[in-house]
């Protein structure tokens, strides 16, 4: 069995030249090794022999190979218990393997290539065959690690925007006297289009957003930062959620992709009248808890999604607020989640946790939502981003 191995120079080349390649052979006859060698060597190929699988394996970790011709039919260990050891250990390079085999029949083939094996070589080895196969493993080898560094880049970059992502959306709230707000956000991909925020507008008044970006991932995540920033730029400005919100639509209609939209939620609390505003723009509804009755109901208003049209106008009510209550607002990666036979765990489920554990306050209850949630899911994916607030009155 043969490893292709890239060498490293400390010197300086130019572009045009490749480094070269090492490959391992692993094979129990000394005159095979010694015809592959020989006919690879014109190639400027390394070439590093190996009797033995067990010897193989500890070259392989030891030394970096391209590629590995290895031989089906060897004592102690033979080429599929190899393969199976190699493919057995996690590696981030790509190491294609040519099995080289006298036996001619398909299932030795089927088991190779299931084994892990890439392509093969039946012997007596035919040199022109030989080197035409090596070179077509070791273009697909470089094309491999090309397309690794290209993944391991955009790894690298996903995980700066997740943080900066982690670093818009709030998750200390003690900025804001009362009431008492605690929340979590947790996006199914590194980055998402999930958000909330809090806005405190003066020294009576507070706001509370919940939005949601179609789709998931980077064009999720790009338009939800550029809708957080206009929230936060006319949250100041406008003393009515229903033209806040109508003022965020007119400034993101035309910039959205064709495919996406964004629905919110947004509510103004007033400390000194104990009065809380809301509109609502094609979001989840909002539950809300009434500790005087010990119970839940949903708001809502009319309002379209924000991004579509321009022509939109959106309603706005009013309702009273006591000590005890507590506002939930949320996105519908909660609602949407599934167990083992399709069932959501949906806003009626919701709003019962929400009434039956009213006596819990900040992380407690958000950590015992999610615990609720991943118990009723029952290991099963969850298919969306994960955001909500909890406001206690």
């Given at each position: 069995?043969?490893?292709?191995?890239?060498?490293?120079?400390?010197?300086?080349?130019?572009?045009?030249?490749?480094?070269?390649?090492?490959?391992?052979?692993?094979?129990?006859?000394?005159?095979?090794?010694?015809?592959?060698?020989?006919?690879?060597?014109?190639?400027?190929?390394?070439?590093?022999?190996?009797?033995?699988?067990?010897?193989?394996?500890?070259?392989?970790?030891?030394?970096?190979?391209?590629?590995?011709?290895?031989?089906?039919?060897?004592?102690?260990?033979?080429?599929?218990?190899?393969?199976?050891?190699?493919?057995?250990?996690?590696?981030?390079?790509?190491?294609?393997?040519?099995?080289?085999?006298?036996?001619?029949?398909?299932?030795?083939?089927?088991?190779?290539?299931?084994?892990?094996?890439?392509?093969?070589?039946?012997?007596?080895?035919?040199?022109?065959?030989?080197?035409?196969?090596?070179?077509?493993?070791?273009?697909?080898?470089?094309?491999?690690?090309?397309?690794?560094?290209?993944?391991?880049?955009?790894?690298?970059?996903?995980?700066?925007?997740?943080?900066?992502?982690?670093?818009?959306?709030?998750d200390d709230f003690s900025y804001?006297?009362?009431?008492?707000?605690?929340?979590?956000?947790?996006?199914?991909?590194?980055?998402?289009?999930?958000?909330?925020?809090?806005?405190?507008?003066?020294?009576?008044?507070?706001?509370?957003?919940?939005?949601?970006?179609?789709?998931?991932?980077?064009?999720?995540?790009?338009?939800?930062?550029?809708?957080?920033?206009?929230?936060?730029?006319?949250?100041?400005?406008?003393?009515?959620?229903?033209?806040?919100?109508?003022?965020?639509?007119?400034?993101?209609?035309?910039?959205?992709?064709?495919?996406?939209?964004?629905?919110?939620?947004?509510?103004?609390?007033?400390?000194?009248?104990?009065?809380?505003?809301?509109?609502?723009?094609?979001?989840?509804?909002?539950?809300?808890?009434?500790?005087?009755?010990?119970?839940?109901?949903?708001?809502?208003?009319?309002?379209?999604?924000?991004?579509?049209?321009?022509?939109?106008?959106?309603?706005?009510?009013?309702?009273?607020?006591?000590?005890?209550?507590?506002?939930?607002?949320?996105?519908?990666?909660i609602t949407e989640a599934k167990?083992?036979?399709?069932?959501?765990?949906?806003?009626?489920?919701?709003?019962?946790?929400?009434?039956?554990?009213?006596?819990?306050?900040?992380?407690?209850?958000?950590?015992?939502?999610?615990?609720?949630?991943?118990?009723?899911?029952?290991?099963?994916?969850?298919?969306?981003?994960?955001?909500?607030?909890?406001?206690?009155?």
């Open positions: 069995m043969f490893i292709i191995k890239i060498s490293s120079n400390n010197t300086m080349r130019k572009q045009s030249r490749e480094k070269k390649n090492t490959i391992l052979c692993i094979d129990d006859s000394r005159l095979t090794r010694a015809y592959i060698k020989k006919a690879l060597a014109p190639l400027g190929f390394n070439v590093d022999e190996a009797e033995t699988g067990h010897m193989g394996l500890e070259m392989l970790s030891e030394t970096q190979y391209d590629l590995i011709l290895l031989d089906i039919v060897m004592p102690e260990m033979d080429g599929f218990t190899f393969l199976k050891e190699l493919r057995k250990k996690e590696r981030e390079d790509f190491i294609p393997v040519i099995l080289m085999t006298a036996l001619d029949d398909l299932k030795s083939k089927i088991k190779g290539l299931n084994t892990g094996a890439d392509d093969y070589l039946l012997k007596p080895l035919n040199e022109e065959e030989l080197i035409a196969r090596v070179i077509s493993l070791l273009r697909l080898k470089k094309a491999n690690s090309e397309l690794f560094e290209k993944n391991r880049q955009i790894k690298r970059e996903l995980e700066a925007a997740k943080k900066i992502q982690r670093f818009i959306i709030p804001i006297q009362s009431p008492h707000v605690s929340g979590k956000y947790i996006p199914i991909e590194d980055i998402g289009g999930d958000f909330f925020d809090c806005y405190v507008i003066d020294e009576n008044r507070t706001a509370f957003l919940i939005a949601d970006v179609t789709g998931h991932g980077i064009p999720a995540a790009l338009t939800m930062t550029m809708a957080k920033m206009l929230f936060s730029i006319y949250a100041q400005k406008h003393s009515s959620t229903a033209e806040l919100l109508k003022e965020i639509n007119s400034q993101l209609n035309g910039t959205l992709l064709d495919t996406q939209y964004i629905t919110a939620f947004y509510l103004i609390y007033n400390s000194e009248t104990l009065q809380l505003n809301y509109t609502n723009a094609g979001h989840t509804r909002a539950l809300y808890y009434k500790s005087e009755k010990k119970q839940v109901i949903a708001l809502d208003t009319f309002g379209f999604f924000l991004g579509i049209s321009d022509s939109v106008d959106y309603e706005e009510k009013t309702m009273q607020v006591k000590e005890g209550d507590r506002l939930f607002i949320y996105t519908d990666g167990n083992r036979t399709g069932e959501e765990f949906g806003e009626l489920n919701l709003a019962r946790f929400i009434k039956n554990n009213s006596s819990l306050e900040g992380e407690d209850f958000c950590n015992k939502l999610m615990n609720t949630l991943m118990s009723f899911i029952q290991g099963q994916e969850i298919n969306d981003d994960i955001a909500f607030l909890s406001i206690e009155f």
